[in-house]
Every structure is written in structure tokens, then in C-alpha cells.
């Protein structure tokens, strides 16, 4: 009885630090319409080299977006046209940040960090569907990890071995 505890301990440790060696948001369910604040919690560098470089893509119907500075790392906004204009707030917007990078820093391997944009999350976007932010890590000699796999109908993040990090999207009360 020890042996199958001990086996079945080792196993859901195994199934564990696999789930947590992917770029995650904290938070994993957001209200539509609202301000959403996303954490990403990148957990390794690429295959033992450091982090050097954190590029997130801002999918469709996420707008006014306002990245949080780290210490140690340069912020880049690179800014585009929307689909389509999204009123925020009275407004008319229909260009903004498609893509936050931030760049110059040194995330060593055996360490983890987080890199946070707070954005708002238009009415347009589906409720009880899942929202990627494909993220694409940097690091020395080329080497990269890309989270930027996101699931075709009927599948979910867990089918895929470099998923990108999603939000399920959930009605406003």
C-alpha cells in the first residue's frame, strides 16, 4: 500500500510541475465588459539559458491596454489599427497596443517572475469562451519558447505541449 501511495504521490508531482511549467495568467476568469489586470507568470527560461526578452500579443477586443514597468527591463508598446472600432468609455477607439515586449532584463532559468498589463476587456468579446495571449520568451543564441498554441474547437490548452495563456471569459453581474 505504501509502494501505489508513494507511486501515486510521485505521479500527480509529476503531472504538477508539468502544468506549472507553462506561461500562465494568475487570474484565470474575467467579466466582459471590464478592466482586466494580467499577470503572467513565465516560470523557466529556454532549455537552461535565461530569459532575456518577454513578448506578449494583445489578442482582438482587448483595448487601452497600460503595461506595468519592471526594473531592470525596457517596456516597448507597439501600437496597430483594430478590427474594428470599440467604444471605450464614450470614445471611439480604434487603434491602441497590439504588442507589449519587455526587453533587457535577465530572468535567470531556476527563477520565475511576472510581467503585468492591466487592459479592458470590450463587450463585443464571448462570454464562456477562452481568451489567448500568445507569449513568445527570448533568451541567449537564438533559443526561444513559444507559448502561442491556441486550442481548435474541442480541445483545450492541456492537449497542446506550448499552449498560449488564456482567460475564460465570464458575464458581468
Not at 102 to 126: I, Q
Not at 132 to 156: L, N
Request: glycine share 10%; net charge negative.
Amino acid at each position: 500500500m505504501i509502494r501505489s501511495t508513494s507511486l501515486a504521490a510521485a505521479l500527480l508531482a509529476l503531472g504538477a510541475s508539468g502544468a506549472f511549467a507553462h506561461v500562465t495568467l494568475e487570474t484565470q476568469q474575467a467579466p466582459v465588459p471590464s478592466t482586466y489586470k494580467a499577470i503572467f507568470r513565465v516560470p523557466h527560461g529556454c532549455e537552461g539559458k535565461p530569459t532575456l526578452k518577454v513578448r506578449i500579443q494583445i489578442p482582438e477586443g482587448v483595448i487601452s491596454v497600460k503595461p506595468q514597468p519592471k526594473p531592470g527591463w525596457t517596456l516597448e508598446k507597439v501600437k496597430g489599427k483594430y478590427a474594428t472600432t470599440y467604444d471605450y468609455y464614450g470614445t471611439p477607439t480604434s487603434e491602441g497596443v497590439k504588442e507589449v515586449i519587455w526587453s533587457g532584463g535577465n530572468l535567470p532559468d531556476d527563477e520565475y517572475d511576472e510581467f503585468v498589463l492591466r487592459a479592458y476587456l470590450t463587450p463585443g468579446l464571448k462570454t464562456g469562451t477562452t481568451l489567448y495571449f500568445p507569449v513568445v520568451q527570448e533568451c541567449p543564441d537564438g533559443a526561444t519558447e513559444r507559448w502561442i498554441e491556441i486550442p481548435a474547437e474541442g480541445k483545450s490548452a492541456d492537449d497542446y505541449e506550448l499552449p498560449a495563456p488564456g482567460v475564460k471569459l465570464v458575464p458581468k453581474n
